[in-house]
C-alpha cells in the first residue's frame, strides 16, 4: 500500500526534501502503511528526541551530516552514508552535535 505522499518511480534527492528549521527538528513522511512508515528527519545542532522506545524496529539513515545515536546506554556515531538499527522495546536517544539529516524506517 502507498501512501501517494511520494510518487512511486520518482528518483528523490533526500537531502533536499526537507530544510533544517533553526533549533528544531523538523520531519517530512514519505510513505506511511499498515506495513510501516519512513520517515525523514532534520536536526538542527544540539536538538534530539529524548530517550523512549518503540514496539517496532526501526533502521536509520543518515543522509547528511553525522547524528550521535544512544541505544540501552551505548553511544554511536553515525555518518552520512552510514546506517544504524534501532530495535524494538530497547530504548535509545538521538542527538545532533551538528546539523544532520536522516530516514527512519520503521517496520511493523
Avoid at 544504524?84 to 539529516?101: E, Q, W
Amino acid at each position: 500500500m502507498h501512501s501517494g505522499r511520494i510518487s512511486p518511480g520518482v528518483v528523490l534527492n533526500l537531502r533536499n526534501m526537507v530544510e533544517y528549521g533553526e533549533d528544531a527538528v523538523v520531519s517530512r513522511i514519505l510513505v506511511k502503511s499498515p506495513t510501516g512508515n519512513v520517515t525523514l528527519f532534520a536536526f538542527d545542532e544540539g536538538q534530539e528526541l529524548s530517550e523512549h522506545s518503540t514496539p517496532y524496529d526501526a533502521l536509520v539513515q543518515v543522509v547528511d551530516g553525522s547524528g550521535h545515536f544512544t541505544i540501552a546506554g551505548a553511544e554511536h556515531a553515525v555518518g552520512a552514508g552510514e546506517a544504524i538499527l534501532l530495535p524494538a522495546n530497547v530504548p535509545h536517544a538521538v542527538k545532533a552535535s551538528s546539523r544532520f539529516k536522516m530516514v527512519l524506517t520503521m517496520l511493523r
